[in-house]
């Protein structure tokens, strides 16, 4: 079935530093691509996504892009702040009917002042 | 985007007992489904629960345990039936609205 493999944390930066999260993912069709965030006591949210090949999803200075030929969708900051803390998780839609999501395991970053 | 509440926030279980989470949105949804959140873990999709019809339940859960009731576009409720301490997990109720997907705050259940 599909699934969703992301680098386990935690990551640990320090303010001003690039970010990388891994992801990459199996699905037997054409997924549409999410990055969700989950900050300290709060709800998930949408972080960005992207629905086809080629795609770049971006927010907050956040970036992926949807790369069909390595079946990732990394994501990326140029320079990290300190509220951006929290725990990420990628995740895929198999865009059938079910719309279900299917989330990787969630990997917690940690940025320093 | 939809306003997604539940209740209660957080709850603390004693086990053997049941324990329903309420859900309600601020605008009529066809699709609303449920999540469970382990400590430290990815969500899993519990159930799919679209208005008019039975839930559909992910492989490993059950509606005896897990029962669901989606009497309105606006509203809907997961029971954990029968609660051991490994049901201790977030629940977040979720629901579709055009191409993006919106989650509730989450239900803290702990069963001791």
């Known amino acids: 079935g599909d699934s969703v493999t992301q680098m386990e944390g935690p990551v640990t930066l320090s303010e001003e530093a690039f970010l990388t999260i891994n992801c990459t993912y199996t699905?037997?069709?054409?997924?549409?691509l999410f990055w969700y965030v989950q900050y300290p006591g709060e709800g998930l949210q949408l972080l960005l996504k992207?629905?086809?090949?080629?795609d770049k999803g971006s927010n907050k200075g956040f970036e992926a892009t949807y790369r069909k030929e390595t079946t990732s969708f990394h994501l990326e900051k140029g320079s990290v702040q300190v509220s951006d803390s929290a725990v990420y998780f990628c995740?895929?839609?198999?865009?059938?009917?079910?719309?279900?999501?299917?989330f990787g395991s969630g990997t917690r970053l940690l940025v320093r002042p | 985007s939809a306003v997604i509440s539940q209740k209660p926030s957080r709850d603390i279980c004693q086990r053997g007992t049941s324990l329903t989470i309420q859900c309600q949105v601020d605008?009529?949804?066809?699709?609303m489904f449920w999540y469970r959140q382990q400590p430290g873990q990815s969500l899993t999709l519990i159930a799919t629960?679209?208005?008019?019809?039975?839930?559909?339940?992910e492989s490993g859960f059950v509606i005896d345990k897990f029962p669901i009731s989606r009497p309105n576009l606006t509203f809907s409720t997961l029971t954990v039936s029968n609660m051991s301490p490994e049901d201790s997990s977030i629940y977040l109720c979720?629901?579709?609205?055009?191409?993006?997907?919106?989650f509730g705050p989450g239900t803290r259940l702990t069963v001791t």
């Open positions: 699905a037997t069709g054409y997924p549409s």
């Open positions: 992207a629905t086809k090949a080629d």
């Open positions: 605008s009529q949804v066809t699709m």
């Open positions: 979720s629901l579709r609205q055009g191409n993006e997907q919106y």
């Open positions: 995740a895929l839609s198999d865009g059938g009917s079910s719309y279900k999501l299917i």
């Open positions: 629960a679209n208005q008019g019809s039975e839930a559909t339940y």
